[in-house]
């Protein structure tokens, strides 16, 4: 059977992806980022899963906001990097895993999730980013990937309790498969930004650290705030961090931390890393 070996929470800031693409990793600015996420980079460089499954949210790049689903599966071969006004990153194409992807789908809204399906999807910095966090700069990516878009960015947004909920049924459905593949999952976004209005810059180091500290031992904790908890703790984008709770609730009860990493500011966002291993 297929199995989820691991999961990993990033922020998925553009300019990160913007100083490696533009050979800016060495500046002062970036350097403790960079050196921060070497560890990251190597375990993944020892972990790779034959799919992972990416959960991010697009943009308003490849979905206006009169059409917008909560909970989106990509089920196509492959995704191209989107243009986000400046060209598409030069990164690899994503190879996607429809097989795996459709039973997850059929599999979910067989048992009450009701997801979209895209049979075609450009892919924006809140899934490529990621890819650069944990892989640097391959000439193909190591893994093939299955995007699940959730809608963080209009109102309303799922609840933090379902996004877990749908991590569990995740694992389900992963584990129902019956080829052997090891699976990966991630958790984007985040942690506290806000990029406009009046408390544009808020950051809140306590609130990010009591959250990661939940992922590892009182994941449910994480499931009991609040839209609003989120808006008026981590700010407006910090309401990202939803979908860390997909990632954490397709994991086991007990997991095992492998590494954390929190740097302030990364842009105009606090970066968080933190990588969980499963124990069953
Ligand atoms: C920034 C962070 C994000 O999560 C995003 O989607 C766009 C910009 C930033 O800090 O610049
Ligand atoms: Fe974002």
């Not at 650290?209 to 008026?232: G, W, Y």
Request: charged letters at 20%.
């Amino acid at each position: 059977m297929a199995r989820i070996i691991a999961g990993m929470g990033t922020s998925h800031v553009p300019g990160l992806g913007a100083a490696m693409d533009n050979g800016k990793t060495g500046e002062p600015y970036w350097q403790p980022l960079f050196k921060g996420l070497e560890p990251v980079r190597a375990w993944h460089k020892d972990n790779i899963p034959d799919v992972t499954i990416i959960v991010y949210n697009d943009h308003a790049t490849s979905y206006s906001l009169d059409n917008y689903s909560t909970f989106t599966m990509g089920v196509a071969e492959e995704f191209m990097p989107a243009d986000e006004g400046w060209g598409p990153r030069q990164v690899p194409m994503v190879m996607g895993h429809p097989e795996l992807a459709w039973h997850i789908t059929e599999n979910l809204i067989l048992n009450e999730f009701d997801m979209a399906v895209a049979g075609s999807l450009d892919v924006d910095h809140g899934l490529t980013v990621p890819l650069s966090v944990a892989y640097d700069q391959p000439d193909v990516w190591p893994t093939k990937v299955i995007p699940l878009c959730v809608n963080v960015i209009q109102y309303p947004q799922p609840t933090p309790l379902r996004c877990y909920k749908l991590g569990q049924a995740i694992r389900r459905a992963v584990e129902s498969f019956p080829e052997d593949l090891s699976v990966g999952i991630w958790g984007t976004g985040g942690m506290s930004h806000q990029l406009g209005g009046e408390r544009a810059g808020v950051l809140n180091p306590e609130f990010d650290t009591a959250f990661m500290n939940n992922l590892v031992s009182d994941p449910a904790a994480n499931t009991r705030l609040t839209h609003t908890d989120f808006i008026r703790e981590a700010g407006c984008e910090g309401i990202e961090m939803i979908m860390w709770n997909v990632m954490r609730g397709a994991l086991s009860d007990n997991v095992n931390e492998i590494y954390r990493f929190y740097h302030i500011p990364v842009s105009a966002t606090a970066y968080g890393a933190i990588i969980l291993e499963n124990t069953d």
